[in-house]
């Protein structure tokens, strides 16, 4: 296995010819848009040192806007053209107005099939208009296959593992709302349509752009009796406050930019949009939440039924905005009496007497980004708690100032993933309202003030709408403005698109690299004489993911690890019993291997009943099986295999 | 000696019988689709019945496909109800400056604005019985449009969703193969050898008929019946017996060669443990079928159907085998249920039920007014702790399938419970067929009914189908188990599925009495009074003061207790209408909400709500532009009236 995987490398590195200089290249690829189909040229391969090239230029993409849907599509079958023996462009259905929605695969085909490979699943955009996770998940796929035959930590990762990528989930609403005046938040559900209203009729009365500015904005109404006013630099409207008298122009609040389409004197009672796709997968699925029924929506039920049908996704990403939160599925808290729980929160053990909190600060005088979480999970469970505390303790850092909470139920894709496919699932809600850059004297909220601070300079004034005055065929005259354009809120400014996807690919890249892998660890012999020989046999996952989530072993979806040992002719296995213990004078407390979290948690060795045994390697788990056997005569071999299905396949060879 | 008093105190119920054949034989002469039930119809003989139907009845029938089986058969609804009645709201409230970026929203059909009702059958494969009492109610109601008058006013007025068959798939196996299929074909390894579908029975002897292979075996499980050795009769494991011991099968190869027959055949989930009510257990694992609620294509169409059509109040899911009827909530105690619903569904839906099928109304049903003693006797005699809360133990014939000694429930994700709980509709499952009462002359009882009524059922299709049901042992030779006859009953007949003829008639026409009779039920909303009264003139205008009275008719209420709630329900409205240029409201918005009517009906034990509302507007009219009232309820439906202006 491991040579092979070499030769493939190597042959993928010849493939690619080599080029000079790469600035010129660079101009050229910019702005000849014809270069996107020539041959990958670049300056060399496999760079170690950070400051290199790594392929960007190969195939360059503007981060520095949102695509509507037929470019970010057409981007998708243009790249996994470029690099057809990576990545595969497929439709994985129909949404509800017929547009397809496409899936990028990404992996190494010479080094197996997507299905044979452990894989990552992410999707983005489930509500239509969080589309940051589109720009997200294209970032991804492209860092993933740019950097390929540059970077060895990416080559390793795609000729490993799979990657199944599905940039916008929501395709109807994405496009919408990229491609028509929107507000920052809708639309955001699938196009069922809908009585919101309960006047009998659907979707009839949604919003519309009045003023015909290309932004959705919203609508006041100049009122001697208001309670609002303009700001002193006309941006906003502000409440008159104690100014009772204020002789100026008052002004009352409508609401979104729109007509009252069906006369009944409401104005954008009936918006567009039908059920939440991410209260629509059959986990804790509620009627009142997820109507009408479990994946009941085109765009969700292909998702679904994709990752259903592909058992070898391990952990799957799905992205959302806005409120920088790493949301990981954690196994359901037992239910508990109140004073047990109050046991619970306190660490007996390792922390003395402390609280979570307290054990939490002191953790976090070592790392900063240290997490714990007060939970009490079932015992058979517990494993996944601490494998994905692991795991957000790391987002935690690469995202920086992200924060790791627990993820919700009720119909939620994380939920179905993690506890019917038994994925480790997160969901990310990318960027924030400008919390970080705006709130300048730190004390965790953003002012109006700071807020226009932020517009002013970090955005250079770009992003707003002024309140300006429009004739309104239901209302007359109406002020319309006063508020952010589309993408600055819920969504990045096109500047800051790049950093947020920088970051998460860099999470989403962590997480594949910690995959299972199991790995023959030792095989150390022991000669009792007489031909007799004790054969420790240790293997080992490192990684922070274990062979198989905790859930996964109990909805039956992953075959356990196997150990396979064999001889040569001349040397026999004496199996020995499971139940009896092992009397070994020799290995006292320091043979113990403990796996956290579970593992081999009665300790020591294990004994080794027979040619093959079955187990579970739990993350960064060490275990050791000691197997008797006689050697007849001469010289032999042992021969040490193990497979996972999750974990891939190692092997070790010792002669005695 | 027992058989033919029965017989004898059958005679009355067979003239009857006769009489309702004389009657079919009349009104035979009006279809312009005969259809007779001397066989099964089977997924194509329905399919080629609702495709005449539709094209011959256009003005009151279209058929609809509503989803796909997974071998690609079509799952149809036939939708009864005039189409030129009905008053869709979308033609009458004028939208404007729409957005109009996305045409998401179908005009409404004139079908989706009356009050429905929805048969179906077919769920499972195998209890076909169903789809036969669907095809004849089809026909009872098409030919009797026009000529009776009851039919045609539920016509005109009401719609009758009729879904055959739901399981296509497993019809087709059912009645065209002789492999009774409960599931549908959705593509499953049973047996785990990464193959899918390899090994399903087969004609052993190439008759084209798939029976039995019976062979003796001494650890067999069946025995020969004494009188008609033909009759296998199965014996519990563990029972000691001298007598020769044999074993029956399906005919049957093992196909793929792994030591088993018939392990991995075409049959893939139950849909009716496929719907989203109730599937996860309490724990949250699967507790239903399929990888998710309405996985399945069937289910799937069931859904989406339903979702597109909130004006359905009733439900009917057709199963064999019994003779009874389960009401909700089979995964749900009887003590979460509504009891205004309750109410409904025991004392008016039960209680007309049982009568129909000849049971014993409970009395507790006949004197809800005494409940109180009712609940006090039963807390000495009755064990279920459900049905002393209630009052009252269930009959045989209506019953709740959660199990109540117990507290229990029955199943995950059954399809009357999603459709009550989930949609709001008096949903039903009706187990068709009970072989003990409906053989016509006959009546078993006791511990070998069975086989008893085997010997009579042999007899009986001897007697009216020249014996070929039934196919006498003839010795084989199977390659895998040796020497044994193959015979026995073509598997659609003699057992949980009505004989066609005059039993399945009388199936079909007793569960057609009491569709038509819910159908009866059904709320209607009208507008009693649309007035106008002229409170000021000002210059061109005219202030009005508009009052519209609407009224429920029909003798349900327009929702169920808790109805208007659900999402996707939603309260009965009336809007005011006229030409937006002219017409400016002062009080009062252009719809009004009035919650949900009550019907003329009283509801035992339930206080009586209003069945009409009232509704006032204020309006500024510019010359004489006119009015229009529009009531329209999701389950009454919606009926338009003008102003009249004094």
Redesign the interface.
């Known amino acids: 296995m491991k040579t092979n995987r070499k030769n493939n490398i190597v042959k993928q590195v010849k493939k690619s010819p080599r080029v000079k200089r790469f600035m010129g290249v660079l101009v050229l690829i910019l702005f000849v848009g014809g270069g996107l189909f020539q041959p990958v040229k670049a300056q060399s391969k496999l760079q170690t040192s950070p400051g290199r090239y790594h392929g960007e230029m190969d195939f360059p993409w503007s981060w520095k806007r949102y695509y509507p849907y037929s470019e970010w599509t057409q981007m998708m079958k243009d790249i996994a053209k470029k690099y057809p023996q990576l990545a595969t462009t497929q439709s994985i259905g129909k949404s509800r107005m017929g547009r397809d929605q496409y899936l990028i695969t990404i992996t190494n085909k010479k080094t197996g099939d997507d299905l044979t490979k452990t894989a990552m699943w992410v999707d983005g955009a489930i509500h239509g208009n969080e589309v940051n996770g589109i720009t997200c998940s294209l970032y991804l796929a492209w860092y993933l296959l740019t950097r390929y035959d540059y970077d060895a930590y990416v080559h390793n990762l795609v000729d490993q593992y799979t990657f199944y990528i599905l940039p916008g989930l929501n395709v109807d609403a994405n496009a919408s709302y990229v491609e028509q005046p929107n507000t920052e938040n809708n639309p955001r559900e699938p196009y069922r349509p809908e009585d919101n209203d309960g006047d009998g009729l659907y979707d009839e009365d949604q919003t519309e752009d009045v003023d015909g500015d290309g932004e959705l904005s919203y609508m006041f109404v100049e009122d001697p009796k208001g309670d609002l006013k303009l700001s002193p630099d006309k941006r906003r409207f502000i409440s008159i406050g104690d100014e009772k008298d204020y002789p100026g122009l008052r002004f009352k609040r409508i609401g979104s930019e729109g007509y009252d389409n069906d006369g009944d004197g409401l104005i954008n009672e009936d918006d567009i949009g039908g059920p939440d796709p991410n209260r629509n997968y059959p986990y804790g699925w509620k009627l009142s939440a997820g109507d009408p029924y479990p994946m009941s929506e085109n765009c969700t039920r292909n998702a679904y039924e994709f990752m259903l049908h592909h058992p070898n996704i391990f952990a799957s990403f799905h992205y959302h905005n806005i409120g920088r939160l790493i949301m990981f599925a954690a196994p359901q808290p037992v239910k508990t009496s109140g004073s047990q729980a109050q046991q619970m929160s306190s660490y007996g053990r390792r922390g003395g007497r402390m609280t979570t909190e307290q054990r939490l600060a002191q953790m976090r005088k070592e790392n900063k980004y240290a997490q714990l979480f007060d939970r009490q999970v079932p015992r058979e469970f517990q494993h996944d708690l601490s494998v994905q505390t692991d795991i957000v303790t790391m987002g935690a850092r690469i995202l920086k100032n992200y924060t790791p909470v627990f993820g919700g139920l009720l119909g939620q894709t994380l939920a179905s993933a993690y506890n019917m496919l038994g994925a480790y699932a997160y969901l990310i809600e990318l960027w924030g309202s400008p919390t970080f850059d705006a709130d300048v004297n730190n004390d965790g909220r953003v002012s109006d003030k700071e807020y226009m601070d932020w517009i002013d300079i970090e955005l250079t004034g770009e992003g707003w709408i002024k309140p300006h005055p429009v004739d309104h065929p239901d209302l007359g005259r109406v002020w319309i403005g006063g508020s952010g354009k589309k993408h600055v809120g819920r969504t990045p400014p096109a500047r800051y698109i790049e950093s947020e996807a920088l970051r998460n690919t860099q999470f989403v890249l962590y997480c594949a690299s910690q995959f299972p892998k199991v790995e023959v660890d030792d095989i150390d012999l022991t000669d009792l004489g007489d031909g007799l020989y004790w054969v420790d046999v240790t293997v080992k996952n490192d990684h922070t993911y274990p062979t198989a989530s905790d859930r996964s072993k109990k909805l039956k979806r992953i075959k356990q690890d196997q150990l396979f040992f064999s001889t040569s002719k001349n040397i026999e296995l004496v199996p020995l019993d499971p139940k009896l213990p092992i009397i070994d004078p020799y290995a006292g407390r320091s043979m113990r291997y403990f796996g956290y979290g579970g593992g081999s948690s009665s300790g020591g060795i294990k004994p080794g009943t027979g040619k093959e045994i079955k187990l579970w390697l739990n993350a960064k788990d060490k275990q050791t099986y000691r197997y008797l056997v006689r050697k007849k005569s001469g010289k032999g071999w042992i021969e040490i295999k193990i497979h996972s299905e999750r974990g891939g396949d190692d092997q070790m060879r010792k002669e005695i | 000696m027992i058989m033919k008093q029965n017989y004898f105190r059958c005679g009355r119920r067979g003239l009857i019988l006769l009489a309702i054949s004389v009657m079919g034989a009349f009104t035979l002469q009006a279809q312009k689709v005969p259809i007779n039930f001397n066989r099964f119809h089977g997924y194509t003989g329905t399919q080629a019945y609702l495709k005449k139907v539709a094209k011959a009845y256009p003005n009151i029938t279209k058929l609809v496909t509503i989803g796909e089986s997974t071998m690609g058969r079509k799952i149809q609804v036939l939708i009864i109800s005039n189409r030129n009645t009905g008053t869709p ?2 033609r009458y ?7 109009g ?2 045409n ?3 005009p409404m059909q004139t079908d989706q604005v009356k009050p429905g009702l929805w048969i179906c059958a077919s769920t499972h494969g195998n209890e076909f019985t169903g789809t036969e009492v669907c095809l004849y109610d089809i026909d009872k109601l098409v030919t009797g449009y026009g000529s009776d008058q009851e039919i045609t006013d539920l016509i005109d007025h009401d719609v009758f969703y009729i879904c055959p068959i739901v399981n296509p798939d497993g019809v087709f196996n059912s009645v065209e193969r002789d492999i009774p299929q409960r599931y549908n074909s959705m593509k499953k390894d049973d047996d785990g050898d990464g193959k899918i579908n390899e090994d399903g029975p087969d004609d052993l002897n190439g008759d084209g008929h798939i029976t039995y292979f019976r062979y003796k075996n001494p650890k067999g499980n069946y025995i020969q019946d004494e009188v008609d050795p033909r009759i296998m009769i199965r014996i519990r494991k563990g029972t000691k017996t001298d007598r020769q011991r044999w074993s029956m099968i399906r005919e049957d190869f093992d196909n793929d060669g792994d030591g088993k027959r018939g392990e991995d055949g075409e049959q893939g989930i139950d849909l009716n443990r496929n719907f ?1 009510e109730g ?2 257990d309490d724990a ?3 507790g239903g079928s399929g ?5 399945a294509p069937e289910t ?1 169409a069931l ?2 159907f ?2 597109n059509h909130h004006n359905i109040l009733m439900a009917e899911f057709y199963h064999t085998s019994g003779g009874f009827t389960f009401r909700p909530m089979g995964s749900l105690s009887d003590n979460l249920m509504n009891p205004k619903d309750r109410a409904v569904y025991d004392f008016i839906l039960g209680k007309k039920y049982v009568e129909m099928m000849g049971g014993d109304v409970p009395q507790a049903w006949l004197h809800p007014d005494s409940l109180d003693v009712y609940r006090k006797a039963l807390e000495k005699s009755s064990k279920n702790s459900i049905a002393i809360k209630r009052g009252y133990e269930f009959p045989r014939l209506w019953r709740v399938s959660y199990d109540e000694i117990n507290d229990k429930r029955y199943g995950f994700g059954l399809q009357a419970d999603w459709a009550f709980k ?1 949609f709001g509709t008096y949903a039903l499952t009706t187990e068709l067929w009970n072989y003990r009462k409906d053989l016509p002359g006959y009546t078993f009882e006791g511990k070998d009914a069975y086989t008893r009524f085997q010997r009579a059922a042999i007899r009986y299709q001897k007697d009216h189908y020249g014996g070929k049901y039934f196919l006498d042992w003839k010795p084989f030779k199977h390659p895998e188990l040796g020497e044994g006859e193959i015979g026995g009953w073509l598997p659609q007949y003699g057992s949980n599925n009505a004989f066609p003829g005059e039993p399945l008639l009388k199936v079909c026409d007793t569960h057609w009495q009491y569709e038509k009779w819910r159908a009866s039920l059904l709320p209607r909303i009208e507008v009693t009074q649309a007035s106008g009264r002229v409170l000021e003139k000002a210059g061109p205008y005219r202030v009005i003061e508009v009052t519209a009275k609407v009224e429920n008719k029909g003798k349900l209420a327009t929702q169920l207790a808790r109805g208007a709630s ?3 329900n ?2 009965d ?1 009336v ?1 005011l209408i006229g030409n ?1 240029d002219k017409v400016t ?1 002062l009080q009062g ?3 009004q ?1 009035i919650g949900t009517l009550e019907g003329t009906m009283k509801i035992p034990n339930q206080r009586t709500g209003k069945n009409k509302a009232e509704v006032k507007w204020i309006v500024k009219v510019k010359g004489n532009a006119p009015l229009k009232i529009v009531a ?1 309820s ?1 389950k009454g439906g ?1 009926v338009v009236k003008d102003v009249e202006i004094k």
């Open positions: 709201l979308d409230v004028e939208l404007r400056h729409p957005r970026e996305v998401n929203v179908p989203p599937w996860f949250g694992y699967q990888d998710y609620p309405t996985s799937r859904a989406e339903f979702t989930e659900l999402p996707g939603r309260q409205v809007w937006r409201f918005r252009a719809f909400k329209t999701q919606t």
